[in-house]
């Protein structure tokens, strides 16, 4: 298979180098086009299932450098949407970006580049959600984005569970142009820069076009923000989510690391109804020379605010290179190729590496703080420690990465039918190194045994000391596909008053995946840090059919239908069915059922045991202890790891709307949308594992219980589940209106809505008997799902001058409960966007303008430890910019 394909490859390649002139159809004939959502190619744009089209220059009037930064405010966007906000060196997908439509999760979102399938990120998005990184397309590269709103399985294959993102690159350029953007941020920070050069040709033969775009955005930390600069958000009504793990640190006795006499000779906390002693175990560092801040003491823990060291985006540079081109080859059949390249660096920084409970001291230790105080009731006793490695400094994260995309194919006609079939190969490789502020267990514990390094105090230790413990960390990871698709579509017979259309295809495709930390990592001698590995492949060859019926003269129905086999869990088939119908001339109805599928990504089929660092509230601990360590979100270490039993997930959707064109200037959408799935594949969540099973000691490590307090969380068991399924329905509404005036120049306006009805997870629980329950979570309106988001715009354009006014609005919704199940209400959010264009010179144009325009902050969430909840918000802030296009 392998070497047919090559050879295909190569003959498409020679045929691109000649030059012979394409058939174009008749001017008399009418121009049939292929549409997202369907193979077939038609004479309209608008079929029977709902297509939102972003132009070039909609993007442009986003004031959007990178396709996120666009794609984030369409109304159908949701939860799961993420751009490199929020990158710090605890995330695991530094620099990645993705969209999740419907709020059904980006890893349901299917993105495609030209109607094909694209590789996903070498790393995993919160170690679970594999996504294809938006970050890898260039802005200047795009002539269109098409959104298609429902489900198309049938049509395009696994994840296409929400929908579609086709992104369409640029064909349309002849001669030479040269761009140029530079922005900056009202609050500072995040300072762009972007240049492109674009050049290309076209004739009766071909065209070809290309594109070399530079980019670089400055990064943003955490204090750059007053409302954001710090973990301690009491002064806003929040969370005291500073670190448990401070410098010096806090001193911590494990029950089984001491003796029973040290144990009694331990202060008591409390005494239990039952008259069990509770032994008090943790006691802020106030010993020797280097102290423990009062300030920063809280509930005898010595604590350590991360905030101002973290970056909140990280610094970005990417140099990307774009061709796409089509040459005839002979009558009737022509060629066609396109090739990306891409080098992306990323900074990353976080603060000190923190560690609980990793390390120890033995109580005969010179370096004990009780040393010297034979008396004291810890003297002599063997310790652990809370304590963040401030004395080697921020962990500090470079992230090289490489983005490579080659297609090459050929179409043509066959008596009346027309063919096409192509080759993809795309690889994204990243190489991830930490320089900076990771401490290596192994060598610190060393250090400590030997009396090298005293960890209680660090204005002691020497330099020599310190980089003995501090190490450098290496990750890899790469993605590769390689695929070979055909179709053949045309029209089998007369029906009616037109002829059955059908298309008829074959994909196979071969994925792998390769995610790899060193051998520190692997060995368990990293603490502090997340990192992921993963390593699988897989093969799957998939055959499809569609076929367009016009039943009537206004009637027009669409049924695919499509059959994958996966080569490691099985296969699956897929229908759908639609039809369109204009019952009057400016009136269409459409409406679209289906079934659609998402395979277990490779990371959730593979994933090793990895290590990540939830914030878990104990509420089964603080009802009893009330103590601000449980009763708080506090770090805990979490294993987390594939499995390889997961089936895939199943989603049924529906769609149904109507459009009006009341005129030629007014038209109006209105569509209801409709998603039930299955087999839902989620990581459990270090926190519902806490909440469901705290008593379970396969899924939650804990120190021994004191009477009736259980002891405290010392590691929690995850992974991956297929586990109950999702509900979700809502409304689209889409109003366009042109106005054009005599004096006052055209204006159009826009309006998009997206409300949901409904967002029900199903979750599968155990009751106390261990026999399983349905429990039905509402959602819609809480965390991170406002149950309604909608974008009013207006455009005007006089003479040389054309301008545009947006308005982006996401709903209020309720935060996560805090420990005593209560729910705080986030304010909406409304921002603008303007900007104004000046296109009276020759071959220039000039345009300044603001993203939003009047620097709203990002409403206050209370259960983020920053108060800012980066899913939904930006807090970028006020975005102002002048950018010039210059065509020779």
């Excluded at 939102?52 to 993007?59: C, E, K, M, R």
């Excluded at 089984?256 to 109804?273: C, I, N, S």
Aim: with cysteine; proline share 4%; net charge negative.
């Amino acid at each position: 298979m392998k070497k047919g394909i090559t050879l295909i490859a190569s003959a498409v390649s020679i045929a691109l180098l000649g030059g012979a002139s394409p058939s174009y159809a008749n001017e008399n004939e009418v121009e049939r086009i292929e549409v997202t959502g369907s193979h077939i190619k038609r004479s309209d744009l608008e079929g029977p299932s709902p297509i939102q089209t972003i132009s070039a220059g909609d993007l442009a009037a986003t004031g959007s450098t990178d396709l996120i930064g666009a794609l984030q405010k369409l109304p159908v966007a949701g939860a799961g949407t993420f751009s490199t906000q929020g990158n710090s060196s605890d995330d695991t997908a530094n620099g990645g970006s993705s969209v999740a439509l419907r709020g059904l999760g980006a890893s349901s979102t299917l993105v495609l580049i030209n109607g094909r399938r694209v590789a996903v990120s070498p790393f995993a998005k919160d170690i679970e959600t594999s996504f294809v990184d938006l970050n890898t397309i260039p802005v200047s590269s795009v002539k269109r984005i098409d959104v298609l709103k429902d489900g198309a399985s049938a049509t395009y294959g696994s994840d296409a569970v929400a929908g579609v993102i086709n992104i369409v690159l640029r064909d349309d350029i002849d001669g030479f142009e040269v761009a140029g953007k530079i922005s900056d941020t009202a609050d500072g920070g995040a300072e762009e820069e972007n240049f492109t050069l674009l050049w290309g040709s076209s004739t009766d033969k071909g065209h070809h076009n290309f594109s070399l775009d530079y980019f670089k955005r400055g990064d943003v930390f955490y204090a750059d923000r007053d409302y954001a600069s710090t973990a301690d958000q009491r002064f806003r009504g929040g969370n005291n989510a500073l670190s448990s793990s401070g410098i010096p640190g806090s001193i911590e006795v494990v029950r089984d690391r001491v003796t029973d006499a040290q144990w009694e000779g331990l202060e008591v906390a409390r005494v239990e109804d039952d008259g069990t002693i509770v032994r008090k175990t943790l006691y802020a560092d106030v010993f020797g020379n280097d102290k423990c801040p009062t300030d920063l003491i809280i509930g005898d823990i010595c604590r350590y605010d991360y905030a101002p060291h973290m970056t909140l985006i990280p610094s970005t540079e990417r140099i990307s290179f774009n061709y796409n081109g089509v040459q005839e080859i002979t009558d009737g059949i022509e060629g066609f190729a396109e090739f990306s390249a891409q080098h992306t660096s990323t900074f990353i920084q976080g603060a000190a590496s923190p560690s609980f409970t990793e390390l120890f001291m033995d109580g005969d230790n010179p370096n004990h703080p009780l040393a010297d105080q034979p008396d004291h009731f810890l003297h002599g006793v063997n310790i652990s420690m809370r304590r963040r490695t401030v004395d080697i400094g921020n962990r500090k994260k470079d992230v090289d990465s490489e983005y490579y995309r080659a297609v090459m194919g050929m179409r043509g006609e066959f008596k009346e039918w027309d063919w096409e079939f192509a080759y993809s190969s795309i690889r994204s490789s990243a190489v991830e190194k930490g320089f900076d502020g990771f401490p290596n267990k192994l060598r610190a514990q060393a250090a400590i045994d030997s009396g090298e390094w005293n960890p209680f105090e660090p204005s002691q230790n020497s330099q020599a000391a310190l980089d003995k413990i501090e190490t450098t960390t290496t990750r890899y990871g790469a993605s590769t596909m390689q695929s070979f698709d055909a179709t053949i579509s045309g029209e089998l017979f007369e029906f009616g008053d037109g002829y059955v259309a059908a298309a008829f295809g074959l994909e196979h495709r071969y994925e792998k995946i390769e995610d790899n930390p060193d051998s520190q990592y692997l060995n368990g001698e990293i603490f502090g840090t997340e990192a992921t590995q993963a390593n699988g492949d897989r093969d799957n060859t998939a055959i499809f059919a569609e076929f367009n019926v016009p039943a009537t003269e206004n009637l027009e129905l669409q049924l695919a239908l499509r059959h994958e086999d996966y080569s490691d869990f099985g296969n699956t088939t897929d229908p759908k069915v639609a039809f369109r119908w204009t019952p009057l001339e400016e009136i269409v109805v459409r409406g679209s059922w289906g079934t659609a599928f998402r395979a277990p990504s490779l990371v959730q089929l593979h994933l090793g045991k990895t290590e990540e660092s939830p914030s878990v509230i104990d509420r089964d601990r603080c009802k009893i202890t009330k103590d601000p360590l449980d009763c708080e979100p506090f770090e805990y270490t979490a294993d987390v790891a594939g499995n390889k039993a997961l089936q895939p997930e199943e989603s049924t959707n529906y769609n149904l709307g109507v459009i009006w064109q009341a005129s030629d200037e007014f038209s109006i959408g209105l569509d209801y949308w409709n998603y039930d799935q299955d087999n839902l594949i989620k990581k459990i969540g270090a926190q519902d594992i806490v909440d469901c099973c705290g008593d379970d000691s396969s899924l939650v490590i804990r120190d021994p219980s004191t009477g009736g307090t259980p002891g405290r969380i010392r590691r929690i068991k995850d992974t991956f589940v297929n586990i109950g399924g999702r509900k979700t329905d809502g409304i689209d509404i889409d109003l366009e209106y042109r106005l054009p005036t005599q004096d006052m120049g055209e204006f159009k306006f826009g309006y998009n809505v997206t409300y949901v009805m409904s967002y029900d997870e199903e979750l599968v629980q155990n009751d106390a008997n261990g026999n399983p329950l349905t429990v039905i979570e509402d959602e819609n309106g809480e965390y991170q799902h406002p149950d309604m988001r909608w974008n009013a715009r207006v455009d005007w354009a006089l003479d040389d001058w054309v301008a545009n006014f947006s308005v982006n609005y996401i709903d209020s919704y309720n935060d996560l409960a805090d420990s005593d199940g209560n729910k705080f209400k986030i304010d909406s959010w409304t921002t603008i966007d303007t900007s104004v264009t000046y296109i009276g010179y020759e071959q220039l144009t000039l345009t300044v303008g603001a993203s939003n325009l009047t620097n709203e902050e990002a409403p206050f969430a209370p259960s983020e430890t920053m108060g800012v909840d980066n899913k939904t918000h930006s807090i970028l802030g006020r975005q102002a910019y002048l950018k010039f296009a210059y065509k020779f």
